[in-house]
T-cell receptor, first 112, second 113 residues
Framework: NAGVTQTPKFQVLKTGQSMTLQCAQD?????MSWYRQDPGMGLRLIHY???????DQGEVPNGYNVSRSTTEDFPLRLLSAAPSQTSVYFC???????????FGPGTRLTVT | AQSVTQLGSHVSVSEGALVLLRCNYS??????LFWYVQYPNQGLQLLLK??????LVKGINGFEAEFKKSETSFHLTKPSAHMSDAAEYFC???????????FGTGTSLTVIP
């Protein structure tokens, strides 16, 4: 099992460009989430989904969109990248039987 | 509302010394609590978790944490630091529905040879 996978690992964007960060899981978990990690601020929740077709905003949703058409995939879209979105992005799932969150390896995004 | 405070953004210990990383939580319901470790340029890995069973929880790599309700604390300890313990450590508390996690700001542990 691959667990939680994220692509790409690294990305450099120019201000105003758009892109999609991919997240996929093979654990059949209903709950998935996106976090951003910034120095001194820990992990902050961007968006989350409790199942296919259901998404909701987290703590810092502005500038990001998500959709969830399948259990396996939960892409994060940046519509118009800004330097303030330079960060490391983590996707995670929640395992209801273990009560744990399982994290992907992260995507390091730089917006110039 | 759930929240976590980690005291000390940077902690340095000598190799072989006690490691103590502090975490205090705020929760309106009995919480589930977690410690995660992040090695450089990697994702987060679960160290240990408290889910209302034993108050002293043992995790991987010799770490343990004690849930103290009276002090609203869940401090992480290890009797003897190893160079490989150098990493960022995050404390987290789960939300009311259990699937949303609230993370502390992290503590960077440096181990001095």
């Amino acid at each position: 099992n691959a667990g939680v996978t994220q692509t790409p690992k690294f990305q450099v964007l120019k201000t105003g460009q758009s892109m999609t960060l991919q997240c996929a899981q093979d654990m059949n978990h209903e709950y998935m989430s996106w976090y951003r990690q910034d120095p001194g601020m820990g992990l902050r929740l961007i968006h989350y989904s409790v199942g296919a077709g259901i998404t909701d905003q987290g703590e810092v949703p502005n500038g990001y969109n998500v959709s969830r058409s399948t259990t396996e995939d939960f892409p994060l879209r940046l519509l118009s990248a800004a330097p303030s979105q330079t960060s490391v992005y983590f996707c995670a799932t929640f395992g209801p039987s273990t009560y744990e969150q399982y994290f992907g390896p992260g995507t390091r995004l730089t917006v110039t | 509302a759930q929240s976590v405070t980690q005291l000390g953004s940077h902690v340095s210990v000598s190799e072989g010394a006690l490691v103590l990383l502090r975490c205090n939580y705020s929760s309106s319901v009995p919480p589930y609590l977690f410690w995660y470790v992040q090695y450089p340029n990697q994702g987060l890995q679960l160290l240990l978790k408290y889910t209302s069973a034993a108050t002293l929880v043992k995790g991987i790599n010799g770490f343990e944490a004690e849930f103290k309700k009276s002090e609203t604390s869940f401090h992480l300890t290890k009797p003897s630091a190893h160079m490989s313990d150098a990493a960022e450590y995050f404390c987290a508390v789960s939300g009311l529905q259990g699937n949303q996690f609230y993370f502390g700001t992290g503590t960077s542990l440096t181990v001095i040879p």
